[in-house]
């Protein structure tokens, strides 16, 4: 391993697809697959990692690149501080105190460790199993933050559509069967759905501090000719999905507000489905 060079060479893993290319293929069967290996070899990381944090913390002072990690409460709560000051105290009152509330969704109860960045293209579906290659920012975050992951889906990513359904449920079902192992009271559906629902709270503030400056110009979220949908679409379909969470009364004011005072002006079309599942 070169320290002055972030590469780190493990073996030869050939020409396996990822999971961004059976989504973005016309196979349901291989992309469904390749989203239940996806989940579950998360869910596996997570437990086989359960016991090792003071390893990634030795590792992250010694290899330090300057880096942010995702797991720093900071990081959470710069992005509130961002939205709080698009929307406005005054317009919605009591959302600092919800984002407050809601902080890490859960990962200082339920952390687990996840390469940070478990984006469709940086994996590849080898026959040997999933094989995750990008751990820029790995880290330890709350479980939640990464099963809401299977249900947004892909909090963080350009590759991005809709999910059918049953197809995300049961991906989101694979990634907390493994999961439990370490946190037993993940099997309260009533804890598990408080959760996720905090964790889609957290990534929708996130992606409205990193894209909204992006929307002046509108265009694809990914630089190649790949199916992307555009920076608008992304976050208008984000703030529908997040206007829903009415156990955040402040939080879903904030959404549809921007969906009526930003959004509004937007001639975009709703984010389609995969093109694996139909693209409908």
Not at 229 to 237: D, E, G, T, V
Request: aromatic residues 10%; glycine residues 10%; hydrophobic residues 45%.
């Amino acid at each position: 391993m070169d320290t002055e060079v972030p590469l780190l060479v493990m073996e030869d893993l050939g020409e396996a697809p990822s999971l961004a290319d059976v989504l973005l293929g016309d196979d349901p069967r291989a992309a469904e697959d390749g989203l239940l290996v996806w989940a579950r070899g998360l869910g596996r990381l997570a437990v086989e990692a359960a016991d090792r944090r003071g390893e990634l913390r030795e590792l992250w002072a010694r290899f330090d690149k300057g880096v942010a990690s995702w797991e720093d409460e900071p990081w959470v709560a710069r992005n509130a501080a961002e939205l709080l000051e698009l929307v406005g105290g005054a317009a919605v009152p009591g959302l600092g105190e919800e984002l407050a509330w809601v902080g890490t969704a859960g990962g200082e109860e339920y952390s687990v460790f996840t390469p940070g960045d478990t984006c469709p293209d940086n994996n590849l579906l080898t026959t040997d199993g999933l094989r995750l290659i990008d751990f820029e920012t790995a880290c330890y975050q709350s479980a939640f933050l990464v099963a809401a992951y299977c249900r947004m889906p892909f909090s963080t990513c350009w590759c991005v559509f809709r999910l059918p359904a049953g197809v995300a449920a049961r991906v989101e079902a694979a990634y907390r069967a493994e999961v439990v192992g370490v946190y037993p009271a993940l099997a309260d559906d009533g804890v598990w759905e408080a959760g996720v629902r905090q964790a889609i709270v957290v990534w929708t503030v996130a992606a409205t501090a990193f894209l909204l400056p992006r929307t002046v110009e509108d265009g694809p979220l990914h630089p190649t000719r790949r199916p992307a949908p555009s920076r608008r679409q992304l976050l208008k379909h984000r703030w529908e999905k997040a206007s829903e969470l009415e156990e955040f009364p402040a939080f879903a004011a904030a959404m549809r507000w921007l969906l009526r005072e930003v959004a509004g002006g937007w001639d975009v079309a709703p984010l389609a489905g995969y093109p694996a599942f139909g693209g409908d």
